[in-house]
């Protein structure tokens, strides 16, 4: 923390919403905005972020100026096509010496392990995996999206429950009557959930909302629910050995997918201790929006590779000369 007064905010942008982490005058405070980001064109609206976020900084404590804010958001680059836009919009609603536009891998993991070296998953509708000493390692894991990557996240759960269900329907082997019971009650018919997921705009969130379905059939005991999430779990183990490599042992996690407790987390843990005999893993000091704020205090590494994870500060034209 800077000397008394000076104010730092950091905000996460995601699925759940906009969650925001000020410290102001020693007091911290926050925010969650449920409501979806705004999107235009499949991707995100920055003038319409932009404005949510300083409506939501306001409402917390009208005319803040901070030292610096920092962004962290899913899908970087990808959803955010200019985020030099993103942070105009931004510094015109919070006066602030920078704006840091940062993916969410690296919120999660400031949150979850506190700025300590280590490994950090975070899965929720995708997956990617972060292995760092914000210095001179900076391993990223997956995060290739659901079509050729995002092993173990929601998608990826969603759509082998959405196939046993399948299968099940066909009258195939390896299928599920549990799941093709889930599948009609949130869908209907069968052909109602082909249109729901291929008519979809984001299909990977479309396969996603299907998870907690797979969830609620394992802990059911259906076996092939139950196999699903095990396989989730050694797959995000797997990446996680990948990510950790050069690094201490030290493993987390973050993002909605752990919501599903043990069912997730049993198979995990197993997995990473087979892989790395000695592994360290603790649940998470933080969230994504509590990384945001320390990234806001620190910073970004002024001498960080072109290998780190995609982040950019920008100055306010005020202090930019």
């Known amino acids: 923390m800077g000397p008394d007064g000076v104010a730092y905010v950091g905000i996460d ?35 319409a972020l932009g404005a949510r976020i300083g409506g939501l900084v306001a409402g917390m ?23 030099a836009e993103l942070a105009g919009h931004v510094h015109r609603r919070i006066a602030s010496r920078t704006v840091i536009i940062a993916g969410d891998s690296l919120t999660t993991h400031l949150g979850a392990l506190r700025g300590r070296a280590g490994c950090v998953v975070a899965a929720g509708t995708g997956v990617i995996v972060l292995g760092t000493d914000h210095a001179t390692t900076w391993n990223r894991v997956d995060g290739w999206g659901h ?19 399948l299968r099940h329907h ?17 869908f209907g018919t069968v052909d109602d959930a082909l249109h729901a997921i291929y008519g979809s705009a984001s299909p990977a969130h479309e396969l996603a909302a299907f998870a907690p379905d ?6 059911d005991g259906d076996p092939a629910a139950r196999q699903i999430w095990r396989r989730a779990g050694a797959h995000l183990a797997a990446a996680a050995h990948a990510a950790g490599r050069g690094l201490p042992p ?3 996690w973050g993002g909605r997918l752990f919501d599903a407790g043990e069912l997730l987390l049993d198979a995990f843990r197993d997995d990473l201790v087979r892989r790395v005999p000695g592994a360290r893993l603790s649940p998470p000091s933080g969230q994504a929006a509590d990384g945001a704020l320390l990234l806001a205090q620190r910073g970004l ?21």
Request: net charge neutral; aromatic share 4%.
């Open 250 to 252: 030290e493993y987390s």
């Open 170 to 186: 066909d009258g195939r082997d390896e299928a599920s009557a549990a799941l093709h019971h889930r599948l009609r009650q949130r």
């Open 214 to 219: 797979v969830a609620a059939a394992a802990h």
């Open 147 to 165: 079509l050729l990557g995002d092993e173990g996240s929601g998608a990826w759960i969603g759509a082998r429950g959405l196939r046993a269900a």
């Open 13 to 47: 942008v995601g699925g759940g919403g906009i969650r925001i982490r000020a410290q102001v005058h020693g007091q911290r405070v926050g925010v969650h905005d449920q409501g979806p980001v705004p999107r235009t064109g499949g991707r995100i609206d920055a003038p």
């Open 61 to 83: 404590y009208p005319g803040l100026t901070a030292d610096r804010v920092a962004v962290g958001l899913t899908g970087m680059p990808g959803l955010l096509e200019h985020p």
């Open 301 to 321: 590494p002024p001498d960080r590779p072109t290998s780190a994870p995609y982040a950019v500060e920008f100055p306010s034209s005020s202090s930019a000369g």
